[in-house]
């Protein structure tokens, strides 16, 4: 997780009791958006780096592969 956002997690959590404190403004939901658009972005990054994500590209591959077959011998409709 990157450092900037744990900082900013640390600033809205009680550090006597762990829990939220959420100021309450007119952007809190467009600042929580970002926040968590942010922290995501760096799951995914991790995720793109790992075996996992590899195998993922080769499945959906091998289904786009797939469907193009069914569709063209007509064993799908669109």
Request: no cysteine; hydrophobic share 35%.
């Amino acid at each position: 997780m990157p450092e900037k956002v744990m900082q900013e997690m640390k600033s809205v959590t009680d550090p006597s009791t762990g829990e939220l404190i959420i100021p309450l403004d007119e952007n809190l939901f467009s600042s929580l958006y970002f926040f968590v658009l942010e922290v995501l972005e760096g799951y995914y990054k991790d995720f793109q780096k790992s075996r996992k994500y590899d195998n993922l590209k080769d499945e959906v591959s091998k289904q786009e592969i797939l469907y193009e077959y069914l569709r063209r011998y007509s064993m799908i409709s669109n």
